[in-house]
């Protein structure tokens, strides 16, 4: 009889399971039961009944119950009604579509982050209201408990879903500038009391304008051991960080000079040269550790370095270009503080010439292999040579002009400049067909053009 019974009891209760499987298989089909999607699952909550008609009216209800994997981190009814207030619109309905699904977009994270997988840091959003398409960038602050863009804190986490999780939230996740990233991180708390010191909205008013910026950010370490050793105005160095016009990613950096909206004496805007050939480098000194934060009106890259305003000297040490141009400039002529003298107030135009330039001086005598070898002397004359008084620009130059250089000598400036280059130079020692091969790379002490060939002045004098 104990054996009918256990018989019977395994037969029922296996027979109730397959009746409750049925009764719950989602398409209806008799097949195995799945977990509800994540649409399913806010559906099924009568605290995201927004969140479910702002999907259903972008028909992003649909894209949500696709494969994903997809993280959402889903804003209740008060988080919206808090949202529609604050932004002045009556209902969900007075809220345009386009700005719906991207808003919408931006609580979307693509692949499946539970709440233990989640790291303070940045991720991509499936929002492209980023400048030319770019998708937006969320910080995730995940210290204690997980807070979103500083303003969106995960209330219930780790709902699972079919196709994804999902994370309760008690904010809608607006659609960041590059402003709201900079105050969102607290890594880079240094740079918005730079930026709002004293009252100050001038920064912060113009990066939330529509731009596009790229704006290279230096974080807290950056700004501890910034001691501003040359006494430079503080807005115009926060203004060198900053690139209006542009919104460069990381992959569209390439070794080359920019202008900034820092500016010299005369309110020229000053170069910042970027090397990408290790990383992202500035100037030189200032490296990207983070790069690529989207937001709606541009992108910001953080740096570990305060970028200072450049003098001529800056640029020289910083562009690989210019390599022995500083040997000859410094342990080529001892007897000659250079980097001093054009690290001074100038301003100063100097002509540079490249490395392919002081090679072809060196091959042209058999005695010189290195620019140690040049003499003394005839070094310092010939890098004096090269020298200008005055921040003399490309738009300051005419035909045939004949400025004098330190060492004493004038060169002569013909434009248009004949084949590839810019204008044409004839030097002291009447040596023609000298190029200036690219023009106004601005420092704040000066303006440096780049030849193709060094100058000689005339020895004979």
Known sequence: MK???????????????????????????????????????AAGNADLSI??????????????????????????????????????????????NDVLTQVLLNHVVAGEFFSNGLSTGYVPSSSTAGPGGATLSLFIEAQTGVTVNGQSNVSIADIDASNGVVHV????????????????????????EALTAGGNTTFTGLLSLDGPYTVFAPDNAAFANFNNPNGNDINNILANHV???????????????????????????????INTDTGVVLNGSSTVTTADIV??????HVVNEVIDIPTVVSFAVADPTFAPLV???????????????LSGDGPFTVFAPT???FQALLDSNMDWTTVEDIEEGLLTSVLNHHVVSGNVRSGDL?????????????????????GDNIADVTDGAGNSGIGIVVVDVQAGNGVIHVLNQVMIPDTMN
């Open 243 to 273: 690139i209006a016009g542009v919104a460069a990613l990381s992959t569209g950096l390439s070794n080359s000079y920019v202008n900034t909206l820092g500016e010299n004496a005369d309110e020229d805007l000053l170069s910042l040269y």
């Open 295 to 300: 937001g709606t009106n541009g992108v910001i």
């Open 355 to 357: 490395d392919a330039a």
């Open 169 to 192: 939230v008690d904010a809608v996740i607006g659609l960041p500038n590059v402003v709201d990233h900079v105050v969102a991180n607290p890594s880079l708390s240094n740079l918005v």
């Open 51 to 96: 969140l479910v008609t702002a999907l259903t009216e972008t028909g992003l209800d649909a894209t949500l119950a696709g494969d994903g994997p997809f993280t959402v981190f889903a804003p209740t009814n008060d988080a919206f009604a808090a949202f529609l207030t604050d932004n002045g619109f009556a209902s969900l309905d007075d809220v345009p």
């Open 327 to 341: 040997t000859a400039l410094t342990t080529a002529t001892p007897a000659t503080d250079f980097a001093t003298v």
């Open 398 to 418: 005419t035909d045939g002009i004949m400025p004098m250089t330190l060492e004493g000598d004038n060169i002569t400036i013909n434009l248009p400049g004949t």
């Open 3 to 41: 054996k009918k019974f256990k018989y019977f009891t395994i037969l029922f209760l296996t027979l109730g399971l397959v009746s409750l499987n049925s009764c719950s298989d989602d398409d209806g089909d008799g097949g195995e039961n799945s977990d509800p999607t994540i649409v399913q699952l």
